[in-house]
């Protein structure tokens, strides 16, 4: 599978962005998926997952009940829906494809990745 993220930009706290991540090849529903993300001279850390059924999902505590990860499996995306941001939140996203049944906050668990969105927030 292939990864396509987009949706990212400059808002200010408080605002609102919706991240995509559109997947190539037949087999998207078969992957649990997740976002990370990495802030300057920072290392990527864990956003969100979801499993295969939009069911089971989980979330870093910063972000928790700030952002939603949701998926479509028949329109091979899964989007991240970020409220009430805070500048905190400023970095690039990555959308990811679960490889392996490790832990699912590890980034080794994760075997493709898309290109990363950049999502600045001002405060």
């Known amino acids: 599978v292939q990864l396509q993220a987009s949706g990212g930009g400059s808002v200010q706290a408080g605002g609102s962005l919706r991240l995509s991540c559109v997947a190539s090849?037949?087999?998207?529903?078969?992957?649990?998926m997740g976002w990370f993300r990495q802030a300057p001279e920072k290392e990527r850390e864990f956003v969100a997952f979801?499993?295969?059924?939009?069911?089971?999902?989980a979330y870093a505590d910063s972000v928790k009940g700030r952002f939603t990860i949701s998926r479509d499996n028949a329109k091979k995306t899964v989007t991240l829906q970020m409220d009430n941001l805070k500048p905190e939140d400023t970095a690039v996203y990555y959308c990811?494809?679960?490889?392996?049944?490790?832990?699912?906050?590890?980034?080794?668990?994760?075997?493709?990745w898309g290109q990363g969105t950049l999502v600045t927030v001002s405060s």
């Open positions: 990811a494809a679960m490889y392996s049944s490790g832990a699912l906050r590890s980034q080794t668990s994760y075997g493709t």
């Open positions: 090849g037949r087999t998207f529903g078969s992957y649990p």
């Open positions: 979801i499993g295969t059924t939009s069911g089971d999902t």
